[in-house]
């Protein structure tokens, strides 16, 4: 005989279930956290419809748990501390100890269950950018849910209705709560394994912020004048390089939820954009790039076929984004005697320095600087100083590395002969043509 008590819960079980399952909810899974800056390996499918996952730089995709039929996702929006590149560690808000969060993984047609706790000293609430979802599961606070306020668990539930690359984001306090760090990027699988496979699969999310030299918070208020520009809240060369085995047909998902578009680049090959937070681009439409721009709240994804072995720069092309720490009202000193001026300014701030009479390129002289912030422009490579910053890393393609191998696989080994080089002889004098005649001009 059924309890009261348990007829009713019974009943509300099966009317509830038929509409959206939520009381199965009732038990929150557990929720996994991440404090490594590395990338962590593909977490690979256990049930359902075979796909190759990705892998986040810097980053880690979110287990779950299969509860029925429905994937269940807990995310934490937390305070977490996140180390931009070493020496420079950045309070941040984001999800599950990382900003930005783990990357949330899925198939077309599955249907997910995300729960949201809110471990923020402020309300907040989770926006899925460029899913198709019922609208009362879009995040916005006010408008489509209640703020989820400090210490209280949401539970979003939809259908991934299509494959493709999104973000997630909150919607409430949005300039703030970006502005600290709080985004993740979506990835649903196609159902059907072979709809445009690829070997391997990178995600990053661009974001950007105002950390003044010696400080540990960015300057929320910011809007155009950031310092740092960062691949998921990391800086060359803090960033994760992209190790490829020669011959790879490779896919790269990028989002950006900065304040400003960036043109991304990539050596040594051409690539389509084959996909938008909007879908995917039919093959008839894709046009040969060697940089996208990605523009400000949208998603690009480019497959190339990695046939060019070497280490390959891959990075914004803003040129002022693969920089560091740096002030942008310092004068153009090219021309300048530097050794008077950098006596009276070394006087005045010790740790300063005068640079770019010649230029800017500063070698291998990283000069002291104030505590928790990083050089301009840094990084050394095989043949010396690289001299970037910011929203820069290498593809190294390399032959047969193994298929889930994402270590990095060290400086490229040039063949013999391959490599620019210096000459000694003297320069020949240029040919020149002797130059005609003026005509005379009458005065
Ligand atoms: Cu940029």
């Known amino acids: 005989?059924?309890?009261?008590?348990?007829?009713?819960?019974?009943?509300?079980?099966?009317?509830?279930?038929?509409?959206?399952?939520?009381?199965?909810?009732?038990?929150?899974?557990?929720?996994?956290?991440?404090?490594?800056?590395?990338?962590?390996?593909?977490?690979?499918?256990?049930?359902?419809?075979?796909?190759?996952?990705?892998?986040?730089?810097?980053?880690?995709?979110?287990?779950?748990?299969?509860?029925?039929?429905?994937?269940?996702?807990?995310?934490?929006?937390?305070?977490?501390?996140?180390?931009?590149?070493?020496?420079?560690k950045v309070n941040l808000w984001g999800y599950?100890?990382?900003?930005?969060?783990?990357?949330?993984?899925?198939?077309?047609?599955?249907?997910?269950?995300?729960?949201?706790?809110?471990?923020?000293?402020?309300?907040?609430?989770?926006?899925?950018?460029?899913?198709?979802?019922?609208?009362?599961?879009?995040?916005?606070?006010?408008?489509?849910?209640?703020?989820?306020?400090?210490?209280?668990?949401?539970?979003?539930?939809?259908?991934?209705?299509?494959?493709?690359?999104?973000?997630?984001?909150?919607?409430?306090?949005e300039m703030v709560q970006m502005a600290m760090g709080m985004m993740g990027m979506v990835v649903v699988h196609p159902r059907d394994p072979n709809f445009r496979p690829v070997d391997r699969d990178f995600v990053f999310v661009m974001s950007t912020y105002r950390v003044d030299p010696g400080t540990y918070l960015p300057r929320v208020n910011e809007m155009t004048d950031f310092n740092m520009w960062t691949w998921n809240?990391?800086?060359?060369?803090?960033?994760?390089?992209?190790?490829?085995?020669?011959?790879?047909?490779?896919?790269?998902?990028?989002?950006?939820l900065s304040m400003t578009n960036h043109p991304i680049h990539l050596h040594g090959h051409s690539f389509a954009v084959t996909c938008t937070d909007g879908g995917w681009i039919p093959e008839s439409a894709q046009i040969p790039e060697t940089t996208t721009d990605v523009p400000v709240g949208a998603v690009r994804v480019f497959d190339v076929l990695a046939d060019n072995p070497g280490d390959?720069?891959?990075?914004?092309?803003?040129?002022?984004?693969?920089?560091?720490?740096?002030?942008?009202?310092?004068?153009?000193?090219?021309?300048?005697?530097?050794?008077?001026?950098?006596?009276?300014?070394?006087?005045?701030?010790?740790?300063?320095?005068?640079?770019?009479?010649?230029?800017?390129?500063?070698?291998?002289?990283?000069m002291p600087a104030p505590d928790n912030t990083l050089p301009m422009m840094t990084g050394n490579g095989q043949f010396g100083p690289i001299e970037m910053g910011g929203m820069f890393t290498v593809m190294k393609i390399r032959e047969g590395l193994a298929r889930d191998d994402y270590r990095d696989p060290g400086p490229y080994q040039f063949p013999q002969g391959t490599v620019a080089y210096e000459i000694a002889s003297p320069a020949a004098e240029p040919p020149r043509q002797p130059a005609a005649p003026m005509p005379k001009m009458k005065m």
């Not at 959206?20 to 390996?41: C, L, N």
């Not at 690979?44 to 075979?50: K, L, T, V, Y």
């Not at 994760?240 to 990028?254: E, F, Y």
Request: proline share 8%; net charge positive; with cysteine.
């Open 96 to 173: 599950n100890g990382q900003s930005p969060g783990p990357t949330i993984e899925a198939v077309e047609g599955d249907k997910v269950r995300i729960f949201v706790t809110n471990k923020l000293p402020e309300y907040t609430t989770v926006h899925w950018h460029g899913m198709i979802v019922p609208s009362g599961m879009d995040g916005v606070g006010g408008l489509t849910q209640p703020h989820i306020q400090p210490g209280k668990t949401f539970v979003y539930e939809f259908e991934m209705r299509k494959s493709g690359t999104f973000m997630y984001h909150p919607h409430s306090d």
């Open 1 to 88: 005989m059924f309890s009261r008590r348990g007829f009713l819960g019974t009943a509300a079980l099966v009317s509830a279930s038929a509409v959206s399952g939520r009381v199965q909810a009732a038990s929150i899974p557990e929720a996994p956290t991440m404090d490594k800056v590395v990338m962590q390996p593909p977490l690979h499918p256990i049930n359902g419809p075979d796909y190759r996952p990705v892998v986040t730089l810097n980053g880690w995709s979110l287990p779950f748990r299969m509860n029925g039929d429905w994937k269940e996702f807990h995310l934490v929006a937390e305070p977490v501390v996140r180390e931009f590149a070493e020496g420079m």
């Open 233 to 256: 809240s990391r800086v060359f060369p803090g960033i994760d390089p992209l190790p490829v085995r020669l011959g790879d047909k490779v896919r790269v998902r990028i989002g950006n």
């Open 312 to 366: 390959w720069a891959f990075h914004c092309h803003k040129s002022h984004h693969t920089m560091n720490a740096m002030g942008h009202e310092v004068r153009t000193l090219i021309g300048v005697s530097r050794k008077d001026l950098a006596k009276a300014v070394g006087k005045l701030a010790p740790d300063s320095m005068a640079m770019g009479s010649t230029g800017m390129a500063m070698g291998n002289m990283e």
